[in-house]
C-alpha cells in the first residue's frame, strides 16, 4: 500500500522559505514520478514541480522556476519542495502525488499541507 504523507506547511511572510517534506512508504520500485502540485482557494488544482524516479530530471511551471525547488531524499523516503521568496500568490493547499508505471497521470495523492504567504 502506498502511503505519501505531507508536512512543513505554515504561514510565513512575503519573501520567506519554507520546506515540505512528502514522506512515503509502500512499493516505489514501480514510480514513474513524484510531484508538487497546489491548490488555491475558488482555483483548479495546478502542477507546481516534479521529478523523474529514475534518473532525477526535474521540471518546474513557469511561475516557480528560480524560487522552488524539487529533491529527493533516497534513504529517509523524503520528498522536498524548498520554498524561497515566497509570494501571496503561493498561498494554497500543496500535494504531493506520485505516478505509477501504467498510470496515465498521478494516481496516489497525499492529503495536503496548507502554505500562507502573508503581504
Not at 504523507?5 to 519573501?15: K, P, R
Not at 509570494?87 to 494516481?107: E, H, I, L, M, N
Amino acid at each position: 500500500q502506498v502511503q505519501l504523507v505531507e508536512s512543513g506547511g505554515g504561514l510565513v511572510q512575503a519573501g520567506g522559505s519554507l520546506r515540505l517534506s512528502c514522506g512515503y512508504s509502500g512499493r516505489t520500485s514501480n514510480y514513474l514520478s513524484m510531484g508538487w502540485f497546489r491548490q488555491a482557494p475558488g482555483k483548479e488544482r495546478e502542477f507546481v514541480a516534479s521529478m523523474r524516479w529514475s534518473g532525477g530530471s526535474t521540471y518546474y511551471a513557469d511561475s516557480v522556476k528560480g524560487r522552488l525547488s524539487i529533491s529527493r531524499d533516497k534513504l529517509g523516503n523524503t520528498v522536498y519542495l524548498q520554498m524561497n521568496l515566497l509570494k501571496p500568490d503561493d498561498t494554497a493547499v500543496y500535494f504531493c502525488a506520485a505516478q505509477r508505471q501504467g498510470a496515465s497521470s498521478y494516481d496516489v495523492w497525499g492529503q495536503g499541507t496548507q502554505v500562507t504567504v502573508s503581504s
